[in-house]
């Protein structure tokens, strides 16, 4: 990242959005023995869909969300659409079978308006250099030759027709040959060269979707009354009086782009962030920012805010000076507040995708910006994910202050834990993770934090007592990170993923 004054990194990102600040008072906790037992706010203000898949109910198409990646299989010829080479030339139809060059991931305009993003990034549209009507994967940007509608056939949503700008119809004419030349006047029958089966291959319910999917008349009013309702002080009330005394409150991007977010974003979320604090000072709870979702995207999931899973922050300066800037923002509105006991600077960074010299570079950037308005917040660094040395960010860490390494562990995620049972899920616990946790920790080293646990696993059939001892095996463990640990998260549908739920029902004791 090119040296930039701290003036031009505000400057560029007031240019980018408006935004205000205000600001409390602060005092550290104190005390050598200080761990932090925390809970995540997870899916409050960081849409995360699975964690209230109801946030999602009133979006029309709900199915067709951006990112959602469709497959078209042409019923006249029985084969799937797809972009040759997987973009940069014709889209043809041809393909017996789908995965990535046969996948279309939506960019989506309304509830049946939308752009065609393929594999290597490209958008599908009009061949507007030829005759206008073949159908191609080439423009880089999207624009009016780019935009199509899906019509879906009144009693099967998955038998559709695709209507280009022009006001025709694709259609198949050979398996090398789509064009949009169709009037769209056939009988929606196998023989029809319009008419295409659709799959759904996945797709994403984060931030971006649940705002763009209500769009800008409806999306502020469900957010907002998500944010009062989702979580509320009583919880606040909950955490404090059940042995934790911290939350870790992940945050996205857009909260420091003041009433005016970029599209599909909106606003609200910091007086739900101003409220957070004013709980915890009441409750006597420290709180940790967690900047879960940086411009571009710094991991393909939605918690990142992703529209379609491209992974693009850190790609250019303006993606690092514009997440700087948040940091920045943040840490001026809530250095003085006597709950703030940390910043974590960007949530799961995923290599490659995020190179250690990028990230390095930024977290440099961002430990300066918090410590221009704070020397006693701590600066949480989260290790990256996927192939990377769990140790490459000790050498930056241990030549600051107050600094915090953080990994997050589950037994998931992984066909390692496919097959296990109770009792190797638990040796994992404190043979692994106990190790692994020896491998970072040192006496002249920053502090280690276990930023996300959750007593959830691949085991099927498990009985609560067996719950228990899992959870009972990682606080045990990870009650020696030297800066402490957060479970994921207080409130969740999926009962063992609530924190909430597990007190309430005796699975987890703190």
């Not at 996205?252 to 604090?277: E, M």
């Not at 923002?329 to 003085?336: G, M, V």
């Not at 709950?339 to 570079?361: F, W």
Request: some cysteine; overall charge neutral.
């Amino acid at each position: 990242m090119a040296a930039l004054q701290y003036s031009q990194i505000v400057t560029f990102f007031l240019l980018f959005c408006f935004f205000i600040s205000v600001s409390h008072g602060r005092v550290p906790p104190a005390g050598a023995d200080f761990r932090v037992k925390a809970v995540n706010l997870g899916g409050w203000l960081v849409t995360e869909g699975w964690i209230k898949p109801s946030l999602f109910d009133g979006i029309p198409n709900k199915d067709f969300l951006d990112g959602t990646g469709l497959q078209f299989k042409s019923v006249a010829v029985g084969k799937y659409l797809a972009a040759e080479t997987g973009g940069g030339t014709i889209v043809v139809a041809n393909r017996t079978s789908a995965s990535g060059w046969e996948t279309f991931k939506l960019w989506r305009i309304n509830e049946t308006t939308f752009n065609f993003r393929v594999f290597n990034k490209q958008f599908v549209g009009l061949d507007k250099a030829g005759n206008g009507i073949n159908i191609v994967a080439v423009a880089s940007t999207p624009g009016i030759w780019e935009t199509f509608q899906i019509v879906r056939k009144s009693d099967d949503v998955n038998r559709v027709r695709i209507q280009a700008s022009n006001g025709f119809f694709l259609q198949v004419k050979t398996e090398e040959l789509v064009t949009a030349d169709f009037q769209g006047n056939g009988t929606w029958a196998d023989d029809d060269p319009s008419v295409f089966l659709i799959t759904s291959a996945g797709g994403y319910q984060g931030e971006f979707q649940v705002t763009n999917g209500y769009g800008p008349v409806k999306a502020p009013l469900v957010m907002g009354e998500h944010w009062r309702t989702f979580i509320v002080e009583d919880d606040f009330k909950f955490v404090a009086g059940n042995g934790l005394n911290a939350v870790r409150i992940p945050v996205g991007w857009w909260i420091a782009c003041g009433p005016n977010p970029p599209k599909p974003f909106v606003a609200g979320a910091l007086r739900a962030l101003d409220n957070a604090f004013f709980w915890a000072r009441k409750y006597g709870l420290n709180v940790i920012i967690d900047l879960h979702a940086a411009p571009g995207s710094q991991n393909p999931w939605e918690h990142s805010g992703t529209r379609d899973g491209s992974q693009e922050w850190g790609l250019t300066e303006d993606s690092i000076n514009q997440t700087v800037a948040v940091i920045d923002f943040l840490t001026a509105r809530y250095a003085k507040s006597p709950s703030l006991l940390a910043v974590e600077l960007l949530n799961e960074p995923l290599s490659p995708g995020v190179s250690l010299d990028t990230l390095s570079k930024y977290y440099k950037a961002g430990y300066d910006a918090v410590r221009r308005h704070s020397s006693t917040a701590y600066v949480i660094l989260s290790n990256r994910l996927g192939p990377a040395d769990s140790t490459e960010l000790i050498p930056f860490a241990s030549g600051v202050t107050r600094s915090v390494i953080d990994v997050h562990y589950y037994n998931l995620f992984s066909d390692v834990y496919s097959n296990l049972t109770v009792q190797q899920n638990i040796d994992i616990i404190q043979t692994n993770r106990t190790a692994q946790l020896a491998r970072i920790t040192s006496a002249n080293g920053p502090l280690v934090f276990v930023g996300e646990w959750v007593a959830e696993w691949e085991v099927s059939g498990a009985a609560k007592e067996d719950y228990q001892r899992f959870a009972a095996a990682q606080l045990q463990v990870y009650g020696r990170a030297t800066f402490g640990w957060a479970y994921w998260t207080l409130k969740n549908v999926v009962n063992h993923w609530s924190l909430e739920w597990m007190i309430k029902n005796g699975y987890i004791k703190l």
